[in-house]
């Protein structure tokens, strides 16, 4: 069973642009979420999405937007980029229950210059 | 708010050596606790915890959660050099969300 798939890597992006992510979740998994890793902050929750619906948003400004698809697959976007947007960005497939197993992709390594 | 503590939060040992992890929690609801261990980039899942007082082991490493002092440790026993990594203790809110510790950085030496 194919894991979880994050695209691009890496990515280097300058102030003020925008950004797309991609993550494809384990076949047969509905529910997509998406996490902001940086040193100071840790592991931050963004938001989730099941069924092609957003379910639950965390703390994060409105620059930080995303979506499901209907096969499932998620993208996040973040318009205007700052300098301290700069973090690894998680997301993570999960199933359904009782199998809440959470997996997670490698990631994406966004720098903003 | 919320909050998942970990400690300590960087640890440097001597392989061979035994090391506890610890997770301390202020949630108010939550459906399970869960360790990772990230080396690079992707979390990887070590333990799911649901219920008080009950051990779950994996080779040299074992977990238990303690819902009344409100905490989880992780053991990692005879330690090698490979289990060098940052460990995530994690609680699941409802079906939707994780709320994530600081993280220990361990570091075990030769």
């Known amino acids: 069973k194919a894991g979880v798939t994050q695209t691009p890597r890496y990515l280097i992006k300058t102030r003020g642009q925008q950004v797309t992510l991609s993550c494809s979740p384990i076949s047969g998994h509905r529910s997509v979420s998406w996490y902001q890793q940086t040193p100071g902050q840790g592991l931050q929750f963004l938001f989730e999405y099941f069924s092609e619906t957003q379910r639950n948003k965390g703390n994060f400004p409105g620059r930080f937007s995303g979506r499901q698809f209907s096969n499932s697959r998620s993208e996040m976007n973040v318009s205007t980029l700052e300098l301290g947007d700069s973090a690894l960005y998680l997301c993570?497939?999960?199933?359904?229950?009782?199998?809440?197993?959470?997996?997670f992709g490698s990631g994406t390594r966004l720098t903003v210059v | 708010e919320d909050k998942v503590v970990q400690s300590p939060l960087s640890l440097v040992v001597h392989e061979g050596d035994t090391v506890t992890l610890n997770c301390s929690y202020e949630?108010?609801?939550?459906?399970?606790l869960l360790w990772y261990k990230q080396e690079k980039k992707a979390p990887t899942f070590l333990f799911m915890l649901t219920s008080s007082g009950i051990e779950k082991k994996s080779g040299r490493l074992s977990s238990i959660l303690d819902k009344k002092e409100l905490s989880s440790i992780l053991n990692i026993t005879a330690t090698q050099t490979g289990d060098s990594a940052i460990y995530l203790c994690a609680l699941i809110q409802g079906a939707q969300k994780l709320v994530f510790g600081q993280g220990t950085r361990l570091t075990i030496n030769p």
């Open positions: 949630v108010t609801n939550f459906r399970s």
């Open positions: 993570a497939s999960t199933g359904t229950a009782p199998n809440y197993g959470y997996t």
